[in-house]
């Protein structure tokens, strides 16, 4: 079986793919890939790189929902993007195009259809987003993570599914980790993280509170690509731009995770069982996505506009200190997502190819 897969933009849209992939590969040991993600592809070239996955990219626009200038350069970009993937689709053959969402998946999908290559799109979030949108219509099958999103997309050809993960980042350890990490074994660790390509407003609080910090928890703290701060001597406190491999060990050791809301990271939270800080991007999906959680009781969200870095350390300490808050956090998490995702999508793609 010959795949297509296209999303990028965030690692967001490209970690269920990978996790479909890997999965598709174990099974159909002859298939074949083909990433089509955007020009400026960090960190979902670094997620793909070591998959046996070819990789290759095309132009694309930013779909806004707003009056922009650049709209209109960027419909010019969308256009010159199909161009590339009638190309790319031509060469490669593809039995099946899989996208997760992301800008770059509408100019790929759009070529598919031309080209009669039939179309399963994935909506992770709670809020279909843009580029699901535009190629629903053109799609055989949607599969979705929660029931809500049933209601946003076609009936005939709309199945629950729950979100893939990938298998590997559950295989962390936690005695690996303190090793790793250099961390104390007796001693609560926090794991911060601001998305695949860090959130300069949450290093930025964690930086002014790491001193006190300290007192009670050890920090992994992933900051981003380029997004080093200044380094800290402090013992309990681990700075890392991004990563890979490690990160199975990073939940594994972690008490509590702070981090934004995008459903790649809460369907990892909900498969660790991760008592969590949410702090969502202001004004985007994520809110709806953490308002989500925070309702079945499975996070605590914090609102990044009013946040003060005396409020998220506060929440911090709360959690931590309080086992009861820390374990029904954890049981709520752990029940919020479907953990057949994998199945059941593999189960969709067979039907159509």
């Known amino acids: 079986m010959r795949v297509l897969l296209s999303g990028g933009g965030t690692a967001g849209s490209v970690v269920p793919l990978i996790a479909l992939a890997k999965k598709i590969k174990e099974e159909k040991t002859e298939s074949e890939f083909l990433f089509i993600g955007t020009r400026k592809a960090w960190p979902e070239k670094q997620l793909i790189k070591n998959q046996g996955i070819y990789f290759s990219s095309i132009h694309s626009g930013k779909l806004r929902r707003y009056f922009d200038w650049r709209n209109f350069f960027d419909l010019f970009l969308i256009f010159i993007g ?26 790929v999908n759009f070529a598919a259809f031309v080209l009669k290559v039939p179309i399963l799109i994935h909506q992770q979030d709670i809020v279909p987003g843009l580029a699901n949108r535009l190629i629903a219509p053109f799609a055989k099958k949607i599969t979705v993570t929660f029931e809500k999103s049933l209601n946003d997309f076609p009936k005939n050809k709309t199945i629950l599914t729950g979100n893939p993960i990938r298998l590997e980042i559950l295989q962390g350890d936690k005695d690996r980790a303190i090793k790793e990490f250099n961390l104390e074994k007796d001693l609560s660790t926090v794991l911060i993280f601001g998305g695949g390509t860090g959130s300069k407003k949450i290093n930025e609080m964690i930086l002014k509170i790491v001193p006190d910090l300290i007192k009670f928890c050890q920090i992994i703290h992933l900051t981003g690509k380029n997004k080093i701060l200044n380094q800290l001597s402090l013992n309990r406190y681990h700075q890392y731009e991004f990563l ?36 969502p991007i202001p004004d985007s999906h994520q809110e709806k996505n953490a308002n989500y959680f925070r309702k079945n009781k499975a996070a605590v969200v914090l609102n990044q506009k009013s946040l003060t870095p005396e409020i998220l350390l506060e929440n911090i300490k709360k959690i931590l200190e309080n086992s009861d808050l820390k374990n029904d956090l954890s049981k709520n998490i752990s029940q919020i997502i479907n953990k057949n995702a994998i199945e059941n999508i593999i189960k969709e793609i067979e039907k159509i190819v």
């Open 82 to 107: 199909f161009f590339q993937s009638i190309f790319l689709i031509k060469k490669f053959k593809p039995d099946i195009s899989i996208s997760a969402g992301g800008f770059v998946s509408v100019p």
């Open 244 to 279: 890979s491999e490690k990160m199975a060990d990073a939940y594994a050791i972690a008490d509590l995770v702070v981090s934004r809301a995008g459903m790649g990271t809460l369907t990892e939270l909900s498969f660790w069982a991760k008592p969590s800080i949410l702090i």
